[in-house]
């Protein structure tokens, strides 16, 4: 029972922190879409594709944190590997293709 309520707990905690962080990214792009594209653009949309950026991008620094078990500070090592940097690629492709993809025009 403890182990169920710490993965639900961590489950909660992990889509508060990514909604803040989507909130934030939602606010500047549909900012910079309203403007590039000169209309009304859904904000609803907007947050939907950045939540689940931010979301995956969350699970994937932990995944390759744990991966290379740089879970605890310093996080030195972590910053400088070389497959921290390729999933942050891929996490910045996902969201292109998110906000491009679930975005209205």
Do not use: K
Not at 6 to 24: D, H, M
Not at 60 to 88: D, K, M, N, Q
């Amino acid at each position: 029972m403890n182990s169920l309520l710490t993965l639900v707990s961590s489950l909660v905690w992990w889509v508060l922190y990514g909604s803040i962080g989507a909130l934030l990214c939602a606010l500047i792009a549909w900012a910079v879409l309203r403007w590039t594209e000169r209309c009304n653009v859904v904000f609803n949309r907007v947050y939907l594709a950045c939540l689940l950026w931010t979301l995956l991008g969350i699970l994937l620094v932990v995944g390759v944190a744990a991966y290379e078990g740089h879970l605890h500070p310093p996080f030195r090592a972590l910053i400088t590997s070389g497959l921290l940097r390729w999933a942050l690629v891929v996490d910045m492709m996902v969201g292109v293709a998110l906000v491009w993809r679930l975005t209205p025009r």
